[in-house]
């Protein structure tokens, strides 16, 4: 759209002055993609590429494990976007502002936090340099990404480590059996190949598991494979893991 010299000079001394591109839209009747254009050439581009660097680290792993245990993927062609999200339940509201700030620090982008609905949330950031980290860890198809994720095998002891930690505070569980003074711990998924991953890591860090197979066919369901840890590795899954839902946990845990 051209603009006079009258109103460009307008539109130029509001965004000099800190106006925002909504409330100058509205004052001066002008799309915000105009008004965009304009402040680009004046202060740069608002929008800001995320930093980070891939170093196969305990917290990278913590970040994939986040991510295949309750992440998704978007991308929209006719916008170009490229979504990524994190999906809690609302009574996760705390760890889903721990993983909020994990993200964020990690990355050095800004994740809003959506309500999605009353029992839903969730984190998202909109960058195609973030939409395909997770390949250089994870292999996935990301429209069935739940049955098909699994770990590359180039993976570090201290990624997977921390891979563990992300798994287990998403779709794992640590319950506290108080009659039989014991804590459960497992981690469910419908990735068979992640799962036996699981078993394998765990075996690694000498912490005793079964992989046990839940058929659901009949009920025209996927297939869950359960990864338990056995009683006596349980304080040592705590210990070397810890778990977010750890906190939550009773302190007598044995």
């Known amino acids: 759209m051209l ?22 839209s509205k004052e001066l009747h002008l799309g915000k993609s105009t008004i965009y254009y304009y402040y680009k050439k004046i202060k740069g581009k608002k929008f800001v590429e995320p930093e980070f660097k891939l170093g196969n680290s305990r917290l990278e792993g913590e970040i994939n494990g986040i991510f295949a245990g309750d992440g998704s993927q978007y991308y929209d062609k006719k916008r170009g976007h490229y979504e990524v999200n994190v999906h809690f339940g609302v009574k996760n509201y705390c760890y889903a502002i721990y993983v909020k700030r994990l993200f964020e620090n990690y990355f050095h982008k800004t994740f809003r936090l959506n309500w999605d609905s009353d029992t839903q949330i969730r ?8 939409f395909n980290y997770f390949q250089n860890y994870l292999s ?44 459960r711990i497992f981690y469910s998924t419908t990735s068979e190949q992640l799962a036996f991953q699981i078993g394998d ?46 906190q939550r946990a009773d302190n007598s845990v044995r």
Request: contains cysteine; aromatic residues 8%.
């Open 140 to 183: 996935y198809d990301c429209h069935i990404k739940h049955c098909t994720v699994k770990l590359k095998d180039h993976c570090s002891s201290a990624f997977k480590t921390g891979f563990l930690k992300g798994m287990f505070d998403t779709d794992g569980c640590l319950k506290v059996v108080a009659k039989e003074n014991r804590t």
């Open 201 to 246: 890591i765990l075996n690694e860090l000498s912490m005793k598991n079964k992989v046990y197979t839940i058929d659901r066919s009949r009920r025209g369901e996927k297939t869950i494979f359960l990864v338990n840890v056995w009683k006596e590795s349980t304080n040592r899954f705590i210990k070397t893991i810890k778990p977010f839902k750890a």
């Open 123 to 130: 984190i998202r950031t909109q960058s195609r340099k973030i």
């Open 3 to 24: 603009l006079s010299d009258e109103l460009r000079n307008k539109a130029c001394n509001k965004i000099r002055n800190g106006v925002s591109i909504n409330k100058i």
